[in-house]
């Protein structure tokens, strides 16, 4: 059964608490690395990162997105189209399929529930390698959930 939802994005509550607690303290120190921080990816989300291996920006989501090219990473990287660098599925019910194009469109990716791709080498969590073409580190526009 495909999960049907609208666009819910998590993690930004406590990223918005973290750097309204910067700016009321008035540490500009804390805010440098505030700015940076990147909140961890809960259950029931995928998500993605711009590094691999789990780095640096990062932004979870809940349920079918059809274009990635209206979300911005949590952290460093910036627009997340064609950005991806690694990917966590922590939906302990659904697979997720990464696209290539908007509205779930071109080849796919599947990252299986709790599974993972640290850098689109390693082999746990995923299927489907040899499907993939050459250039398949960040060239996703939308994922769904089946």
């Known amino acids: 059964m495909k999960r049907v939802t609208t666009h819910k994005?998590?993690?930004?509550t406590a990223?918005?608490?973290?750097?309204?607690?910067v700016v009321l303290g008035g540490n500009a120190g804390t805010a440098s690395a505030a700015t940076?921080?990147?909140?961890?990816?809960?259950s029931g989300n995928v998500c993605v990162y711009w590094s691999s291996f789990f780095q640096d920006g990062m932004r979870g989501?809940?349920?079918?997105?059809?274009?990635?090219?209206?979300?911005?990473?949590?952290?460093?990287?910036?627009?997340?189209n064609n950005n991806v660098a690694s990917v966590k599925n922590m939906d302990s019910t659904y697979h997720v399929m990464e696209f290539q194009y908007y509205n779930q469109t071109g080849w796919?990716?599947?990252?299986?529930?709790?599974?993972?791709?640290?850098s689109w080498g390693g082999r746990e969590g995923y299927s489907e390698w040899s499907t993939l073409p050459d250039a398949r580190k960040n060239a996703f526009s939308s994922h769904e959930f089946y």
């Open 9 to 12: 994005v998590r993690n930004i």
């Open 36 to 42: 940076t921080a990147i909140p961890s990816c809960t």
């Open 108 to 118: 796919g990716f599947k990252v299986w529930k709790y599974g993972s791709v640290d």
């Open 61 to 80: 989501f809940y349920g079918n997105v059809n274009e990635y090219g209206i979300y911005s990473f949590i952290g460093a990287g910036g627009n997340i």
């Open 15 to 21: 990223s918005a608490l973290l750097v309204s607690g």
